[in-house]
């Protein structure tokens, strides 16, 4: 009887530990758009970043785009889900703002990872756009943990970098030149980046991957040996 008494009240202190620490431990939750790489007439797709100190139930976010070089493609839960578990209640163009999506997510289960991607924002980016970064700004978010408290949240803006350049202009200045033959090499050899549309047009014979051959392939186009670059 008294070990019964005992385990009974280590279940009660248990039970009372337990229901309150989601009521009282306030999470720190940090949401991040990504930055990625788009052309002209190209769907892009950009990760939201959440990371959090604990379990969330619901993430409520308004994030606002240039509508007029970008056109919001409506999320699909086959492509635009994260990795972290959530399920979209709403997501949309908000009545008052037809440049800011309103998005709502929710989660039942405490066991949800809470770091990781929550969600992929997808974008047309309209033809005749002209290079430059175009910005993903954070105009409202909150969260809420697993006993409704809010969380602490910091947020982060990100974008689209539009940046077309024809194949070869490597260094993307516009012309065809040795210089962008060098920037080839120099990405070989580790000691330059390549990122986006520069790897694109690294990329002279078309075959998908940049290697010495495509220095090669430029350096003839230079020099007027080859007409075109595919
Ligand atoms: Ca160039
Ligand atoms: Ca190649």
Sequence with gaps: MKKLMIFMLILMLLCGFCGTVYAENTIDTT?????????????????????????????????????NSLEYIPYQSSSDKGNL??????????????DVIGIT??????????NGVLLYLRFNIKEGTSNGIKALEVTFASAANMAGTAAN??????????????KGDVDGDGKIGTFDGICILKYLSGTMTLEGSAQSAADCDGNGTVEITDAVTLLKYVARIINTLN
């Design 31 to 67: 949401i991040t758009i990504g930055n990625v790489y788009g052309e002209a007439g190209k769907v892009v797709s950009v990760p939201v970043y959440v990371q959090s100190t604990g379990p969330l139930m619901a993430i409520v976010l308004k994030v606002r785009f240039d509508e």
């Design 85 to 98: 578990g959530f399920s979209l209640v709403t997501s949309g163009i908000t009545l008052n703002d037809s």
């Design 105 to 114: 997510l929710s989660s039942s289960s405490k066991d949800v990872n809470a």
């Design 153 to 166: 949240i910091t947020t982060t803006a990100g974008g689209i970098t539009i940046d077309k350049r024809i």
